[in-house]
């Protein structure tokens, strides 16, 4: 069974710019999970997503947007891009909504901000 | 999430077994223990979880105490390749997202 994969692996832009990230979960799984992980802040949630909707959203500013489609693939878009915004974006995916589910994670995209 | 206590690091010699504690004396009745592990520039990997009961498969065995407030996650022989930073997670999982910690980090010594 193929894991979370994540596109792209690697990505450079510069300040001001707009990036999407594209997931694509583990096959059945409905849930998708996006999370941030800095050298300073460690890993940090960032949105979960379920059934296409936005079921929770962790401490960031509106730049950090995301939405899924109709078959559970997700993407994340962050505007007006800030040199912080380097890091690397992983993507996690589980069966259902509760706890009793784990989440599995992709190997994430890195994002290098000049 | 309720907040976790882990060491930071952690030796184990090849072939033993690595026993991870955590501390996680505020867990609520509904929060569950997780337990993923991270190789340098690879995603999380889950490794197991339990509500209350140990549970065991072929990665790891969970032991949970009794009242919940702490648990140790145990690498049977453990190999060079666990050498990896492992974190221990308390919390409702799915829309709550998870919180991570800093971790373990475990070197296994040849």
């Known amino acids: 069974k193929a894991g979370v994969t994540q596109t792209p692996r690697y990505l450079i832009k510069t300040r001001g710019q707009q990036v999407t990230l594209s997931c694509s979960p583990i096959s059945g799984h409905r849930s998708v999970s996006w999370y941030q992980q800095t050298p300073g802040q460690g890993l940090q949630f960032l949105f979960e997503?379920?059934?296409?909707?936005?079921?929770n959203k962790g401490n960031f500013p509106g730049r950090f947007s995301g939405r899924q489609f109709s078959n559970s693939r997700s993407e994340m878009n962050v505007s007006t891009l800030e040199l912080g915004d380097s890091a690397l974006y992983l993507c996690a995916s589980s069966l259902g909504t509760g706890g009793r589910q784990p989440q599995h994670f992709g190997d994430g995209t890195r994002l290098s901000i000049l | 999430d309720a907040k976790t206590t882990q060491p930071p690091s952690m030796d184990c010699a090849e072939g033993r077994a690595a026993n991870l504690p955590c501390n996680h004396s505020t867990i609520s009745g509904n929060e569950y223990v997780y337990w993923y592990r991270q190789i340098h520039s690879q995603g999380p990997q889950y490794i197991i979880h339990g509500l209350k009961n140990n549970e065991t498969n072929e990665m790891a065995s969970l032991i949970i105490t009794e009242d919940r407030k702490s648990s140790t996650l145990i690498l049977p022989h453990a190999t060079l390749r666990d050498t990896a930073v492992y974190y221990c997670i308390a919390g409702r999982g799915g829309a709550d997202g998870l919180t991570f910690g800093k971790g373990t980090h475990l070197i296994i010594q040849p």
């Open positions: 997503y379920f059934s296409e909707t936005q079921r």
